[in-house]
């Protein structure tokens, strides 16, 4: 710590404040009689009185320079090492029986290094997590998305290495090498596993479609993997596991191994007859001398529907709107969606469940024919309004809005959320999502939404939120519709994608409003839902439910109690929690297997109940590799400064790390300036001269 003084004024003012003391205590003092008697001819006293004076004087006039005392605080820290420990189930099967070795020897390490460095350790695997644990539980890896975080969470701070424990295999995210690129810390990895081709047998992959639909064929493909089995045959079966896990043997397949290093695709159509969750077993037969028969077997779970829904999207023209559309919806097997535009336009409507109005009607295409079909037949609807819209034509085809456009001029508007919107619910993630893409185009003028249109988003016009729909839907009787006043939905998804790597906010805003118009209208009072049917054993189940009161609205006073029940017969009770209108629950992670579940809640009108079946599939990822991959893990140190070890020579690392000459500790100064006047001990000092002045004059007789 560096201790400064400086003054607003002229140092050299110090000699003026000396002057001043030094002739204010000689005026004082030089001539004072009063006392003279007592001290007896001594001088001494008359000169420490003449002292303390003196000094009270020159800390008075030296403040009023106006002084003020600069600190430096130097704060060293020290590099930071992070330790990265694989806990993912193919680590347990490479280390076998010296887990033991293993946590003691990272542990050791880990005690060295935080002798000279400031040492964090992390469990990466299904995701990343402060604290080591060595539990080795995780279903998945993901190196990339380990070496994401730990960026993101040190950027701009002294990190100076990434020790990285691990087998290699990632089974999930993208090749670490390629994320480690602008890495500009030190890598080390530690070789876990082993890389030797053993016996094994195995099922590498199985293709098949999520969804099916009742009494059609489903294909299945699966992957057979065999090493080192040369001569030999096994049994490849597919069953269906019904209730109370009973097992109908479907079809059966012989493999035969004809060369030491073996891989052959099989094919099986199976067919459905009941809908609901349909799960099947492919099964390897096991043969002496495997490594492991975990990746013999294989469980697949179908959801059965009964029929897929078709949409038709009508467009006055081409347009990447319509793209972006295609590509949303069609991420739902459940819908089919065909294009066709208004010139061509001859389709019969009763072959569709719900209708996409893309800039209709337009000046050219004013589709009077399609408007009063679809009024006829009820189809639901939802209007794309863009700049090919003719809007006095658009307010007479429907009744949701009203748009009074000022002639051919266009806005840029972005979304904000409605905060009583209540038809459905967006995650979190989506709604913020939403408010930071790009501005959609639509006509410059006024908005006016009819009383029983619900808005999901507004328009947001530079930084002015209004109340003008930018997305809403309308329910009258059976017939809903939903109006979207705007282009630029293609923007949208590419900007999503730049946000999150992923399209998953427009994705749920298209498939959400486009299941709420084609399905048809739910009047039960109590809904329980889930967002899928088909879970793996590392996701948590999701429920959410709603209450509705006499007069349809949303309500959640009552409380609401869930029961799931397995296959094996065991049951887990649950309370829902309470949102702002509604109720949601995490049910946590379940067994692998299939389940139903009941909810139940007494309301105005009594007790009501709703029921539902799902299923949790195993993830079986990490049983599908036996042999590690050093090659990653070489790669990984050899281009970050860095090298590879064993769990053997894990002392090795720290002697790397503590020869590192660009490992060194960083100075951070705070400077803090304060006036001198607020210093307690000066206002102390002079109290205390000016105390004992007064003091020795009175004792003297001077008073």
């Known amino acids: 710590m560096n201790n400064g003084l400086s003054f607003q004024y002229s140092p050299w003012l110090l000699l003026v404040c000396l002057a001043l003391a030094a002739g204010y205590a000689a005026f004082l003092y030089y001539k004072e009689k009063s006392f003279e008697e007592k001290i007896a001819g001594f001088k001494g006293w008359k000169y420490l009185l003449a002292a303390f004076r003196f000094v009270a004087v020159f800390f008075l006039s030296v403040l009023l320079l106006s ?25 347990k099967s490479g280390l076998a029986k010296d887990t033991s070795a ?19 350790a992390y469990n990466i695997g299904d995701h990343i997590k402060q604290g080591i644990d060595y539990s080795f539980t995780d279903k998945t890896t993901d190196l990339s998305a380990a070496l994401e975080e730990i960026n993101g969470l040190y950027f701009n701070q002294n990190l100076g290495a990434v020790v990285m424990a691990s087998d290699g295999i990632y089974n ?3 090749n670490p090498v390629y994320t480690a690129n602008q ?37 299945l493909r699966v992957d057979v993997e065999a090493n080192n089995f040369a001569g030999k045959s096994a049994k490849l079966t597919v069953s269906e596991i019904g209730e109370g896990n009973t097992v109908k043997l479907l079809q059966t397949k012989e493999v035969i191994y004809n060369s030491g290093s073996y891989f052959q695709s099989f094919d099986f159509i199976v067919p459905v007859v009941k809908t609901g969750v349909a799960h099947y077993r492919l099964n390897l037969s096991s043969l002496d001398g495997e490594v492991t028969c975990k990746n013999n077997t294989r ?31 069609e991420t739902n097997k459940n819908y089919q969606l065909e294009v066709i535009y208004a010139e061509n336009f001859a389709a019969n409507l009763r072959e569709y469940n719900m209708v996409i109005a893309h800039q209709l009607p337009s000046q050219t295409h004013k589709m009077n024919g ?8 009820k189809k639901p609807v939802l209007f794309v309004v863009g700049s090919q819209t003719y809007v006095p034509e658009f307010n007479k085809v429907q009744t949701s809005l009203v748009i009074k456009a000022g002639g051919e001029k266009y806005s840029d508007v972005t979304a904000s959320t409605s905060k009583d919107f209540s038809l459905f619910t967006l995650t979190d993630k989506t709604q913020t999502t939403l408010t930071k893409l790009p501005p959609m185009q639509n006509f410059f003028g006024n908005y006016t939404s009819s009383l029983s249109s619900a808005v999901l988003l507004n328009q947001k016009i530079n930084t002015v939120a209004t109340d003008f729909p930018l997305w809403l839907f309308n329910e009258t009787g059976e017939v809903k519709t939903g109006v979207v006043v705007g282009e630029g939905i293609w923007r949208w998804a590419m900007h999503d994608y730049r946000l ?12 959400k409003t486009i299941q709420f118009l084609a399905v048809k209208t739910d009047k039960r009072p109590f809904r329980v839902n889930l967002a899928k049917t088909i879970f793996q054993d590392n996701e948590a189940v999701f429920f959410d439910a709603q209450l509705y009161n006499a007069n349809f609205e949303l309500v959640n006073a009552a409380n609401v109690d869930l029961k799931i029940k397995g296959e094996d017969g065991k049951t887990y009770t649950y309370n829902f929690n309470k949102t702002d209108n509604a109720y949601a629950l995490n049910a946590g992670f379940l067994p692998t297997g299939n389940y139903s579940y009941t909810a139940t809640t007494n309301a105005a009108k009594g007790q009501l109940t709703a029921s539902g079946r799902f299923s949790v599939s195993p993830l079986q990822l990490e049983e599908l590799r036996t042999r590690a991959d050093y090659q990653v893990l070489y790669q990984l140190a050899s281009q970050h400064k860095g090298s590879m070890h064993t769990v053997a020579d894990l002392s090795k690392i720290a002697d790397a790390l503590e020869s590192r000459e660009d490992l060194k500790p960083v100075l951070y100064d705070t400077f803090i300036t304060q006036s001198a006047i607020n210093l307690k001990w000066i206002f102390f000092l002079l109290l205390a001269l000016l105390t004992a002045e007064w003091g020795v004059r009175k004792y003297l007789g001077g008073y």
């Open 67 to 91: 002084p003020f005392l600069r600190t430096r605080n130097t704060q060293t820290v020290k590099p930071i090492v992070a330790v990265l420990s694989d806990n993912s189930v193919s680590m």
């Open 102 to 120: 293993y946590k003691e020897a990272l542990q050791n390490l880990i005690t060295r290094l935080e002798k000279k460095y400031d040492v964090v």
């Open 172 to 174: 999930k995210g993208v």
């Open 183 to 219: 890495a500009t810390y030190a890598i080390y990895t530690v070789a876990v596993g082993d890389t030797t081709i053993r016996k094994d047998q195995k099922l590498a992959n199985v293709f098949h479609n999520k969804i099916a639909y009742l009494n059609d064929n489903f294909a």
């Open 299 to 329: 469980d697949v779970y179908v959801e059965v529907l009964d029929g897929r829904q078709k949409i038709l999207l009508v467009a006055h023209s081409a347009h990447p709107d319509i793209a972006a559309l295609k590509a949303a919806i």
């Open 370 to 377: 399609l408007f009063a079909d679809i009024q006829s037949q």
């Open 500 to 511: 999150n790597k992923s399209k998953e906010a427009t994705n749920e805003l298209i498939n």
